[in-house]
């Protein structure tokens, strides 16, 4: 899996979104450095919190659709 990753940010709007941290890190499980910047298990549960629905949300989707 990745561990590591950098997103340049310099003329990337989409780094400039409210929960753009959280989202990378809830889609890429197990990441432990974003941007230079360690992971902590706080950010990775409040993630979670805000993300977690769409674990769902998408596997009733290709359940069903």
Known sequence: ?????EVQEKDNPVTE??????????????LIRLNGRDVTESE???????FGYLKS???KICLHG
């Open 1 to 5: 899996s990745l561990l590591e990753i």
């Open 17 to 30: 979104l409210a929960f753009f941290r959280s989202f990378v890190i809830f889609r890429l499980e197990g």
């Open 44 to 50: 990775s549960i409040e993630a979670n919190q805000i």
């Open 57 to 59: 949300a998408f596997s």
